[in-house]
């Protein structure tokens, strides 16, 4: 594991924070398979993603800052499972840190700030898909106690190539 950052604070995002956030994604489009989303994305078309998770309630969007530089390191999200009424109480979760910042406790920092910021709320389970394999992806989610539920074999076609979604789920709350 590399040296973690000095100090780095966790917030709820803000407008300003879109165009590092949009970089961050498109990291990710471009070079792995982690995200299925094929296109980069301009921070005007992310920002109805960003102001869909708003300060308070169940689906929030969570940075994570180095304090010193003011650089945006990674974010946390929490989002609907799915739009039927019924799935009001599930969230899907996710967690992406610049590609430079993995391994240093960003992620883990910023579970942890989500999942203490969700406390209280009317939810009773988190789920969390994970390309396969995503070995740090794995870890990150067992710390925080997801237990693996299954697989989606072959979901997703990028780089020419079938993958594999694993799907982990964690408990929450009471949900009731």
Known sequence: MTEPFA????RPRTEADIGA????????????????????????????WLRSH???????????????????LGYATSSPFRPKAAYSTSV?????????AGGRGVGTLLYKALFESLEGEDLHRAYAGIT????ASRRLHARFDFRRVGTYAEV?????????????????????
């Open 156 to 176: 997703g076609r990028k780089f020419g190539r079938y993958w594999d979604v694993a799907w982990y789920e964690k408990s929450l709350g009471s949900g009731t």
């Open 21 to 48: 956030l949009t970089d961050i994604y498109n990291h990710y489009i471009h070079e792995t398979a982690i995200t299925f989303d094929t296109v980069a994305f301009t921070p005007e078309e992310r920002l109805s």
């Open 92 to 100: 899907e979760v996710s967690v992406y840190c610049a590609h430079d």
């Open 7 to 10: 100090e780095v604070l966790v």
């Open 132 to 135: 396969q394999p995503n070995e």
């Open 54 to 72: 708003p300060e308070d309630g169940p689906h929030r969007l969570l940075v994570a800052q180095d304090v010193p530089s003011g650089r945006v």
